[in-house]
């Protein structure tokens, strides 16, 4: 049986990629500091993989990570673009420095492919949409260039070494295990929260700012057909539905689905966020066969029910929102 790794496997990607490679019959390795990762998103599976709790810093824990591995996931990051403005050095240790630490790890193991967790951060705010993976990167922020330098350095051990890497470059994903009391929660998840709460989902800027949100089960997909694709190999591939809604739509949308009437609140533009994202999908059809498969009405009534479902009572007052790129 085919051996995968799962860096950042208990993080909310990280997680619902173990359970897809589980529900397919493998037992896969999953590596988490469990700094931003919970134990918790993987107690259904916790028996059916193996679970290694170490740090993308430590190159030692990633010789054992990727000692028999044929392919690895690489979803382990410090995420946040606030979180990066705040402590650049430490976003650039943790994302930059750690994956090149993992191809490390990756080449002298002889692993076959690493499938790169990239983020749509890297185009910045250039006005052309939708955004192409030819067009010029223009990052705003620690956060973004970290992810960048660790799409560079998959590309070159590509080139230099010939580890096989393919770049996803994921545009807001949302779905069930995502964090809404996080600091540094995406804005569906801190959204949601706030409708079902009854209370102002907070907007940094005017609310037409504009996102290509990306169901989680869209995002496993492309993963799983980036790790056998013949033709991805050394590429950058867009994750994304091919679809943008402004903030104030998305509103609208949980308004709809929850019941709740609830005027959002404005607040100032923050740094480093991005306008508008939009993805041109035409590559990952071409190379990996992907076709997203839910929308985001579809995926944010998923979320809906699995969160009703999960729900012990009204959350902390004051949600607000975190307009992440990726």
Known sequence: MDTYLVTGGAGFIGSALARALVDRGARPRVLDNLSTGKLENLEEIRDRIELMEGDLRDPA????????????????????????????????????????NLLLAARDAGVRRVV???????????????????????????????????????????????????????????????????????????????????????????????RDFTYIDN????????????????????????????????????????????????DSERRGDVKHSLASIDKARELLGYRPAVGLTEGLRRLLEWTRARRPG???????SRHEVA
């Open 314 to 320: 009204p959350a902390p007052r004051g949600a607000g």
């Open 61 to 100: 824990t990633l010789t054992r990570a990727c000692r028999g591995v044929r392919c690895v996931f690489h979803e382990a990051a410090l995420p946040s673009v606030p979180r990066s403005l705040l402590d650049p050095a430490g976003c650039h240790e943790n994302n930059a420095t750690g994956t090149l």
């Open 116 to 210: 790169y967790a990239g983020s749509s951060s890297a185009y910045g705010n250039a006005p052309t949409l939708p955004k192409v993976e030819s067009m010029p990167s223009a990052p705003l922020s620690p956060y973004a260039v970290s992810k960048l330098a660790g799409e560079h350095y998959c590309q070159v051990f590509h080139r230099a070494f010939g580890l096989e890497t393919v770049v996803l470059r994921y545009f807001n994903v949302f779905g069930p295990r995502q964090d809404p009391t996080s600091q540094y929660a995406a804005v569906v998840p801190l959204f949601l929260r706030a409708y079902l709460d009854g209370e102002p989902p907070v907007i940094y800027g005017d609310g037409q700012q504009s």
């Open 219 to 266: 995002v496993v997909e492309a993963n799983l057909l980036a790790a056998e694709a013949a033709g991805a190999a050394g590429e950058v591939i867009n994750v994304a539905c091919g679809e943008r809604v402004t903030l104030l739509e998305l509103c609208a949308q949980l308004e709809r689905l929850t019941g709740r009437s609830v005027a959002p609140r404005f």
